[in-house]
């Protein structure tokens, strides 16, 4: 996937390139995922520009 | 292990604002801000569960692989107590645990072999899947093009 829109922070589904849902929640994004075909679906995370981790 | 030369480039990241609910913005441009960052795609497997295509950020400043707890749980990973605390950037130390997982790298058909890997939990907070250099940087050597945004990975063999 080369480019996504979303909310700092938050999970997100993306179904050909198109953000379906959005959630702070990750699981609850994986479940709805399984809703999508495997080969257009991609789950992944908002980062915020100045995140910084672990 | 299957040897697979991948090549990703990095994900390009526009971020909304949560309270303004507005693009946050370049303060030299004006215009919406564009981030870059190492994302590679894959799939993580518990014995139980077995996700759809994610990403995990490339962190050369992790130990090893880290994944939100709200991810374990989709996993329904057995989550066993770590001995020692994860030690944060800024000194801070935070529960966490571990569960073995199976990390498989790739996407659209072209996959490496399942790595097992013991994964940190974190107790608390919402981090990325974060890969770190246990195990995927000692078996891959990992070349980071920033100028072009795209990274090389490629199973590592003894020169």
Redesign the interface.
């Known amino acids: 996937?080369?480019?996504?829109?979303?909310?700092?922070?938050q999970w997100v589904v993306v179904v050909k390139d198109k953000v379906v849902a959005s959630s702070?929640?990750?699981?609850?994004m994986?479940?709805l995922?399984?809703k999508?075909p495997?080969?257009d679906?991609?789950?992944?995370?908002?980062?915020?520009?100045r995140a910084?981790?672990? | 292990m299957s040897a697979i030369d991948f090549q990703f480039?990095y994900?390009?990241?526009?971020?909304?604002?949560?309270l303004t609910?507005r693009?946050?913005l370049d303060a030299a441009s004006g215009t919406p801000?564009e981030?870059f960052?190492p994302?590679i795609?894959c799939v993580i497997s518990s014995e139980k569960r077995r996700?759809?295509?994610?990403?995990g950020?490339l962190?050369s400043?992790?130990d090893g692989v880290?994944i939100?707890r709200?991810?374990a749980?989709?996993l329904e990973l057995d989550l066993e107590p770590a001995s020692e605390p994860?030690m944060?950037?800024d000194g801070r130390n935070?529960e966490r645990f571990v569960s073995k997982i199976m990390l498989t790298i790739g996407?659209?058909g072209r996959y490496s072999d399942p790595i097992e890997v013991e994964a940190s939990v974190?107790a608390k907070g919402?981090?990325?899947?974060?890969i770190g250099r246990e195990p995927v940087f000692r078996l891959h050597t990992i070349t980071f093009v920033e100028a072009e945004k795209r990274l090389e990975m490629n199973p590592y063999r003894k020169v």
């Open positions: 996937m080369g480019s996504v829109t979303g909310i700092a922070g702070d929640d990750a699981g609850e994986f479940r995922a399984e999508y495997e080969e679906t991609v789950v992944t995370k908002i980062l915020h520009p910084s981790f672990y | 480039n994900k390009r990241s526009i971020t909304i604002d949560r609910q693009p946050i801000l981030v960052h994302f795609p996700s759809r295509s994610t990403e950020l962190d400043g992790s880290v939100p709200t991810l749980e989709y994860m944060v950037a935070m996407r659209g974190p919402n981090p990325p899947v974060l």
